[in-house]
C-alpha cells in the first residue's frame, strides 16, 4: 500500500525522520521554501540588498540557492551568479555548461572567473607540482580570492552560498575537534562586515544534503554528482560521523547548528573583528602584510 503525504491525500515522495511526516511533492517543496525565506528573513536583518551575487559550481546546491534567491529576490533586487572555473580537466567544464544552462532559464547574467585568468595557472598545474601544501588547500583560497575579487567588481552587497545543512554541521565539527574556536567565530552567515569583504548569506544552511538533492530532482534543477579528482577524504570523515549520528538519533545535525548558533554570540565577543590591511601586492584585505592568495601564489612561482 502506497504511503500517503501527511498534509494530504498525495503519495508521499519522502520522509522526513527528524520531524516524523511524510511529504508529496507539493507539500515537500513548500516545506523547504518556507524553511528557507524564514532563514534569509533571519539573516538578512534590517538590511536590504540592490544587488545580490550567487556563487555557482552547477551542482545540486549552488544550483539551488540560485533558484531560490532568484525565486525570493528578483522583484526587487538584481540576483546574478558567479562560476568560478578552477581549470580541473574533465570536471568543472561540465558543471559550468549546466551553470550556463540554468542561468539562461532563469534569465540572470552570468560571470566566469577563472584560476588561469585571475592566478595565471590552473588547478591541473598546482596539482602537477605535487606541492606539500595540498591542492585542496589552494583551491580553497584561491576560489575565495576569485570570488571576492569578482562580486566586489561587480558592486555585490551580498554573496550567496550554496553551503546546506551537512556541510556547516560537518565545518562546526571539524573546528571543534582542531580547537579552531577563532574559524569557528568567523563561519557564515555573516553579521559583522568587515572593509574590502563581501559578506555571506547562506539560505541553505538549514536544509539537509539529502533534502537539497530531492527539490533540485522535483524542479528539473542540474543535479551534477561528479567529485573534484583532488578532493581529499578528511571531510569525509566529519561526514561520515554525522551520518551515523543522524542514522542513530534523527535531528542531530540541527542540534549541532541550534548550539554553534547559541554559542556563536560569545565566539565573537572572545574574538572581535581584527583591522585588517590591503595586501601590498593585490590590494585585497589581509590581516599580515600580504594576502594568503598573494603568499601562496609567490610558493608556487618559486616551485
Avoid: W
Wanted: aromatic share 6%.
Amino acid at each position: 500500500m502506497a504511503v500517503t503525504c501527511s498534509k494530504c491525500s498525495n503519495p508521499a515522495v519522502t520522509f522526513i525522520r527528524y520531524n516524523g511526516t511524510h511529504l508529496c511533492a507539493e507539500h515537500f517543496t513548500e516545506y523547504v521554501e518556507r524553511r528557507v525565506k524564514r532563514e534569509v528573513r533571519k539573516q538578512r536583518g534590517d538590511r536590504r540588498f540592490k544587488r545580490i551575487a550567487v556563487a555557482l559550481s552547477g551542482g545540486k546546491d549552488s544550483s539551488l540557492a540560485l533558484y531560490l534567491t532568484h525565486k525570493i529576490f528578483s522583484s526587487h533586487a538584481e540576483v546574478f551568479a558567479v562560476t568560478v572555473d578552477e581549470g580541473i580537466s574533465g570536471y568543472r567544464e561540465k558543471t559550468v555548461e549546466l551553470a550556463k544552462n540554468l542561468c539562461n532559464e532563469l534569465g540572470v547574467n552570468h560571470h566566469i572567473v577563472s584560476f588561469k585568468e585571475m592566478f595565471d595557472v590552473s588547478m591541473d598545474e598546482i596539482a602537477e607540482k605535487g606541492d606539500e601544501i595540498g591542492t585542496c588547500t589552494y583551491c580553497g583560497v584561491f576560489r575565495r580570492a576569485c570570488l571576492n575579487r569578482t562580486v566586489k567588481e561587480l558592486k555585490a552587497d551580498v554573496l550567496v552560498m550554496g553551503h546546506n545543512l551537512d556541510d556547516v554541521a560537518q565545518s562546526i565539527l571539524m573546528n571543534f575537534v582542531n580547537a579552531d574556536l577563532e574559524k569557528l567565530a568567523r563561519l557564515g552567515p555573516h553579521e559583522r562586515v568587515q572593509p574590502g569583504l563581501v559578506p555571506r548569506l547562506l539560505p541553505l544552511r538549514l536544509i539537509p544534503e539529502k533534502e537539497t538533492f530531492l527539490y533540485a530532482l522535483l524542479n528539473n534543477l542540474p543535479t551534477s554528482l561528479d567529485q573534484c579528482p583532488y578532493a581529499l577524504s578528511t571531510r569525509g570523515k566529519f561526514r561520515e560521523i554525522i551520518e551515523d549520528l543522524e542514522e542513530m538519533n534523527p535531528g542531530t545535525r540541527h542540534s549541532i547548528l541550534q548550539s554553534y548558533d547559541t554559542i556563536k554570540p560569545l565566539l565573537l565577543t572572545l574574538f572581535p573583528s581584527t583591522k585588517l590591511n590591503s595586501c601590498k601586492v593585490c590590494g585585497e584585505p589581509t590581516v599580515g602584510e600580504v594576502c594568503k592568495a598573494c603568499l601562496l601564489l609567490e610558493k608556487l612561482m618559486k616551485n
